[in-house]
């Protein structure tokens, strides 16, 4: 029979090896589900137009899949510094639009105890000035007023022009494709200063939700862009996912596929996720509304099995 004096020590040994082993417990579960989450990314990932807004000309919303999957996975530290029209030298230089300061540098929001980190980021290198993506939409919506039935926004981009050798319609260098081919390196050096920064985090690339269909013939009478233009620009959004899983596969990070789970409701389909030129529902046009965040979340969470 145990002394007084021996239980009391064999109690506090039991207790103590519970603490440590709850405390062991804890911080595996919490390494497994990124208690220490920062989102890093552009318009998409803010999820802009999406109540509640903050950030001023970030627009960033707290109902993005950043906020959705930090919830989900009980974060214990959420860190959200993604804005609007951000390309990928936001991530490591301060965003000006409009000569305004918006945001600071995004990267300098990783620590060295960061355990994940997701990123959106690479739509608005498609554009040349401040606007990024939207000068894309604003191009087509206005080569659609003039140009209904042909391929006005590929025109620009893909310098279309009459051969009057050939007595055809070409095409030339793609502008589009080259910038998304530019964009490149300069995502794949910020994954490498990510996992510099963060060395023990996972770090998700999010590609872009299926903003226009497959079937250009959906968009019929839906959207200000012409059938031709839908068929063009649905290729362009196909080469710049598979642009950020290819840097994605070579940087050590998990590129994460949010077409294939919003395909179908897209803005020209009859329930969006992605809203068009007149949202129905809170969103920026051709940006995903509240539905489309969760459903970007919900792809975010499943990679992380």
Known sequence: MLSPARKLVS????SLTLVLTLALTTSDANAATGSRYVALGDSYAAGAGVPGQSAGLCLRSDHN????VAAALHSTSYTDVTCSAAKVKAMTSAQYDAFIRVNDPQLNALRADTDLVTVGIGGNDLGVGDLGVGEIIATCIAGAVVN???TPCRDVYNHGHWSWSSWSWEYGNDDLADRIAGAAPQL???LARIHAK???????VVGYPSVLPENSSDCLGRQPVTTGDVTYLHGVLGRLNAMLAATAAAGGATYVDTAGP???HDACSASPWIEGALPGSPAVPFHPNAKGEQVMAQAVLAALK
Request: glycine letters at 16%; hydrophobic letters at 40%.
């Open 262 to 264: 919003t395909r179908g």
């Open 65 to 68: 899949y950043g906020h959705l």
């Open 198 to 204: 963060s060395p023990g985090a996972k770090v998700l």
């Open 188 to 190: 794949a050096d910020v």
């Open 148 to 150: 209904p039935f042909g």
């Open 11 to 14: 109690l506090l040994v039991t």
